[in-house]
């Protein structure tokens, strides 16, 4: 259930052929776009999924938004406004390849799924996703000077009654350097000679691929599949690897590539254009203990310095953190993916991170803490507590930038529903009688 609701909300519309075919009646007409009956169950649908109940007047509501969304991209045609073909087909492409990712590259779980080639749903959809770029580039052209000024915050909250004011628990604000332990020569050369080896065995020996990558390779996933990485587009590997794949032959296997994972090689299996599918062996030189803890040891005396402001701790982030991090783009400040700022509660932190900073003091940073990836791979961070608060109903003070940004979406909201009210004079709209007892869309798309 989880997977269907997840790949749903990934890519909707993308429903069936057969719910489209049977539920295609016309109930609005705006300007010169049109709305569907099968728009508006689609996104029941949705509702449906994400919600235990829906509001009796739930396809009102819809309704009254898709008329607003149909406005907005009749007003796009207008002004003509244009989207390019390729930034279409990347969007479908990406959308298409998160779906492929919940269910593990599988074409076909993908065909069963929707009754339809991959092919077949984009040229389907295309034409939906096109107008919703139109959409949503009209939309940022209509809100783009809109902006929020320090007193309009604060009448914004002075509005909020002082028993609606949402309670905010302890959250903390944390800044890391995320530190990779670094192999040493001779680990290195080993892993080296064996590569080496492996592809004399390829190349000279005559011995099979997928044979010996199934034994020998150290990317446990693909090497269940004899090395196969499935079909893949550009930019969905690291450059190195990628450069090095583009330039094969079908069959032809690669010189040794190193990369931050190792040492590969490659072997090309089929191309499509601009994808390919293609087959590896890695062979990862091994961390020791003592790598490990001459990493350890690293970072112990970069803690030191930054605690007596020898050193900035956003300047360390860029001399020795891990760049594939999103937070070394970040000075090392980490961004919570579910509200999108820099808040944390503290149940929402990891474990080990939790009883770091339990007791540090604001400012503070904590000793080296081992932490692994998803392919157990060792690594070590430092952490800092940038600020931390305490359980307290919402103050302007303590949460200005919260604050603000609510503002500014509530002004976004008047501005764009004004903006919508100003065109429906000049517009011509037509409402499906059996939505005659939606209230709210009489009264604000002025329908008889």
Known sequence: ?????????????FLSTAQREIIDDIVATIGGEVILLSEIEEQISLAE??????????????????????????????????VSSEEVEAQLDARIERILAYMNGDETQFEEY?????????????????AQILAERMQGMILSEVKI???????????????????????????????????????????????????????????????????????????????????????????????????????????????????????????????????????????????LDLSVSVLDSFRNLILVDTLDFGKTVKQISDENQQSYNNNGNLVNQKSGNTFFEIGDLEPDI????????????????????FAGEKSY??????????????DLKTDYSRIQKAALESKKGIFISNWVGNKIGSTYINVDPQYDNCDQLKDRWKLN
């Open 149 to 291: 000024t320090p007193a309009e915050v604060k009448n914004f909250f002075d509005q909020i009654p002082a028993d609606s004011l949402p309670y905010f628990n302890s959250e903390v604000e944390i800044a890391e350097i995320v530190y990779k332990p670094k192999v040493n020569k001779t680990e290195k050369g080993i892993a080296l000679d064996k590569i080496k080896d492996l592809r004399k065995k390829i190349v000279e020996d005559g011995e099979n691929f997928e044979e010996l990558a199934a034994v020998f390779s150290d990317d446990v996933g693909s090497a269940k599949q004899g090395g196969s990485l499935g079909w893949a587009k550009r930019n969905s590997y690291v450059p190195e690897f990628e450069a090095a794949a583009y330039k094969l032959e079908k069959g032809e296997v690669s010189q040794i590539v190193e990369t931050q994972y190792g040492y590969h090689i490659i072997q090309l299996i089929e191309r499509r254009g601009n994808t390919i599918n293609a087959r590896h062996i890695l062979v990862k030189p091994k961390i020791t203990q003592a790598d």
């Open 1 to 13: 259930m989880r997977l269907t609701i997840l790949v749903f909300a990934l890519i909707l519309p």
């Open 354 to 373: 939790y009883f770091a900073i339990d007791s540090l003091a604001v400012g503070g940073v904590t000793r080296p803490i081992e932490v692994s990836d």
């Open 49 to 82: 999924a994400q919600q235990a109940s829906l509001p009796e007047n739930a396809r009102c509501q819809i309704l009254d938004n898709l008329l607003s969304q149909k406005l907005i991209l009749n007003q796009a045609k207008l002004d003509s406004i244009e």
């Open 114 to 130: 929707y009754g339809q080639s991959i092919s077949q749903v984009k040229d389907e959809f295309r034409e939906d996703l096109n």
């Open 381 to 394: 961070k430092l952490i800092k507590l940038i600020s931390r608060s305490q359980p307290h109903k919402a």
